[in-house]
Structure formats: C-alpha cells, structure tokens
C-alpha cells in the first residue's frame, strides 16, 4: 500500500488561542523558529509523502505564500553573504508541483475538510496529518505509520492512538482494542466522546490517520455530529463497518500546540531538543524557577 499524498486541514477558526489567531491562522503559530504547518510538512517528506494536499479557508493564504520561493528575500540574503540561511529556506520548500491548495469555505468540521480534498486525492490511499498536534521523535509519527500499514497491506485504515487518563477519556475520540501485534492492534470499535465511565479503552484518536478512498463516499453525505460539526471520526465509524482500522501506538511525545498549555509546553519541548538552543534554554528556566 503506497502512500503518495498527504492532506493538511489547515481552515479552522483556532478559538482556542485567540487573539493569536484573529489576523494570523493557527498552523503559522511558531514553535522554536519553525511554523507549526512546516513541521508537519517535514514530518511527512520523512515518512515518504510526495505531494501535499492543504484545505485552506478565509484569512490562510500566508500558508501558501509559506511554500513558495521569496525572491526578494532570496536576493538579499545572498547579497549579504548569508547562505546558511538561504540553505534553510530552500531546504523547507516543497519541490515544484508537489503541493496542491483547495479551499473549505466555511469551518463545517473536520471530516468536511478532508472531504474537501476528495477530487486531488482521487482513488488511493492517502494520509490525514493535523497541523496543530505535533509529535517529537525520530522517526515521526507518520513514518511510523506509513511502516506499519505497509506491514498490514490490503484495504486498511490506520489511525495513530495515545493512552489517556480514565477520567479524561470523555474529551477523546476512543477506539476499543483487539488482537494486537506489537505496537499495532485492530480497533473494534469506535465512540465520540463516550460518556464518563462507559470508555472501552483508554487510548484516544490523535491527529495522524491513513484512510482508503472509501471515506470520501461516507463523508458525502455524514451528518453534522458532535459541536454540529461534520466529524470524521462519525464517518470512520461509517467505513469501518467494511474495511479493517488499525490502532498504531507510536512512540513519541505528541504535543497539542492548539491549546494554550500544549503550545508552550510544545516550545520548550522543542527548544530542549534542539542542540544549539538546549544549554541557554536550561539555564533561563532554572533562573526564572528560582525567582
Ligand atoms: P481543531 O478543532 O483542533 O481546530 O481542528 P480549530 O477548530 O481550528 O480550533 P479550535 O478548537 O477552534 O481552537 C484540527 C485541525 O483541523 C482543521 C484545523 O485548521 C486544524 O488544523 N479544521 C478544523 C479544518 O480545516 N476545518 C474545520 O472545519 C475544522
């Protein structure tokens, strides 16, 4: 089962972090130096994605200028002799022909923004990735996933899942488990936000999935769920009635940067990561702890 494209839903309003995301859309907010939406694209270059597919909305197109060449800037970095930046620059940016932009023109949920994606996606296999939950490893999540669907082969459908605390499950799409080999167990089941106490597992859908085809023809006509949204998780339900999902536990710290706490605690993250950044950081957090 090869993977070829990717889709970013990049068209929600963000309300979590407003102001931040009045004027500015959430997958530009910057971890470190780098724009959430540029981790993301990394993250799927790695695990083999050749073309990458964005569901823009109203207020986005700075994403799409992200991707293309500055020439103006271009020219002065090399005016000024600054190469390694130039070396960045051209490193982050996507061969040409290898993104495609569509827009979703109303926030209707979710599952309707990757429906949005159906006519560039065609008939194959693609993968979803949320821009704004981030995970930190090597290899990435996606990557990860790739490896265990190729693994699994045939019609199946792979959603990365994380454990959560028993008492926090009712915030969290979950999946019930069954057989498992090693990181990677069949989902037989798949609930919503399940009411306190009635969880079947702990593990709760996170932002990375691979998806058949198929979905496109349940998210045609899927109903407004939960918050009146269009919920992929409600047409996933839908599909797994007659193809195989697969939970994949991957390793790695996954970061929601659409919330507040996530997104700060996502930069340290990050910046502790990051060799040339690590020492200096340490030592401005042991100073301000000890104010
Ligand atoms: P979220 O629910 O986290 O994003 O969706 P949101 O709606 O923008 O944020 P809040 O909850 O109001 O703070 C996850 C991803 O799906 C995209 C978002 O842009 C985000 O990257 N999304 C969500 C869409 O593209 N369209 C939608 O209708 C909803």
Same mark, same amino acid.
């Given at each position: 089962?090869?993977?070829?494209?990717?889709?970013?839903?990049?068209? @929600? /309003? =963000?309300?979590? *972090?407003?102001? &931040?995301?009045?004027?500015?859309?959430? %997958?530009?907010?910057?971890? #470190?130096?780098?724009?959430?939406?540029?981790?993301?694209?990394?993250?799927?270059?790695?695990?083999?994605?050749?073309?990458?597919?964005?569901?823009?909305?109203?207020?986005?197109?700075?994403?799409?200028?992200?991707?293309?060449?500055?020439?103006?800037?271009?020219?002065?970095?090399?005016?000024?002799?600054?190469?390694?930046?130039?070396?960045?620059?051209?490193?982050?940016?996507?061969?040409?022909?290898?993104?495609?932009?569509?827009?979703?023109?109303?926030?209707? @949920? /979710? =599952?309707?923004? *990757?429906?949005? &994606?159906?006519?560039?996606?065609?008939? %194959?296999?693609?993968?979803? #990735?949320?821009?704004?939950?981030?995970?930190?490893?090597?290899?990435?999540?996606?990557?990860?996933?790739?490896?265990?669907?190729?693994?699994?082969?045939?019609?199946?459908?792979?959603?990365?899942?994380?454990?959560?605390?028993?008492?926090?499950?009712?915030?969290?799409?979950?999946?019930?488990?069954?057989?498992?080999?090693?990181?990677?167990?069949?989902?037989?089941?798949?609930?919503?936000?399940?009411?306190?106490?009635?969880?079947?597992?702990?593990?709760?859908?996170?932002?990375?999935?691979?998806?058949?085809?198929?979905?496109?023809?349940?998210?045609?006509?899927?109903?407004?769920?939960?918050?009146?949204?269009?919920?992929?998780?409600?047409?996933?339900?839908?599909?797994?009635?007659?193809?195989?999902?697969?939970?994949?536990?991957?390793?790695?710290?996954?970061?929601?940067?659409?919330?507040?706490?996530?997104?700060?605690?996502?930069?340290?993250?990050?910046?502790?990561?990051?060799?040339?950044?690590?020492?200096?950081?340490?030592?401005?957090?042991?100073?301000?702890?000890?104010?």
């Amino acid at each position: 089962m090869k993977i070829r494209k990717a889709v970013f839903p990049v068209a @929600g /309003l =963000g309300t979590r *972090v407003l102001p &931040a995301t009045k004027a500015m859309p959430k %997958e530009m907010l910057t971890i #470190v130096d780098r724009p959430l939406i540029q981790y993301v694209v990394d993250e799927a270059k790695e695990a083999g994605i050749e073309h990458f597919v964005f569901v823009t909305g109203r207020n986005k197109s700075v994403i799409e200028d992200h991707f293309d060449r500055m020439y103006e800037l271009d020219a002065t970095l090399s005016a000024r002799g600054k190469t390694a930046e130039q070396e960045v620059l051209a490193r982050d940016q996507p061969a040409a022909g290898a993104t495609s932009f569509t827009r979703q023109q109303a926030p209707l @949920g /979710l =599952g309707h923004a *990757v429906w949005c &994606a159906r006519d560039i996606v065609g008939d %194959e296999p693609f993968a979803v #990735v949320l821009p704004d939950e981030l995970v930190l490893n090597r290899p990435g999540c996606l990557k990860q996933m790739i490896e265990a669907a190729e693994k699994l082969g045939g019609n199946s459908n792979l959603i990365a899942v994380e454990e959560v605390p028993g008492h926090l499950t009712h915030n969290y799409g979950i999946c019930g488990v069954g057989a498992r080999q090693g990181r990677t167990f069949e989902i037989n089941g798949m609930v919503e936000k399940p009411k306190q106490g009635t969880a079947p597992s702990n593990f709760s859908i996170t932002g990375r999935y691979i998806l058949q085809p198929q979905i496109f023809r349940i998210l045609e006509t899927q109903e407004r769920g939960a918050g009146n949204e269009i919920q992929l998780t409600d047409a996933m339900i839908g599909l797994a009635r007659t193809q195989k999902f697969y939970g994949v536990e991957f390793e790695g710290e996954r970061h929601d940067c659409g919330s507040k706490a996530g997104f700060l605690r996502a930069n340290i993250a990050f910046g502790m990561a990051r060799a040339d950044l690590r020492d200096g950081l340490r030592e401005e957090m042991k100073r301000y702890l000890e104010k």
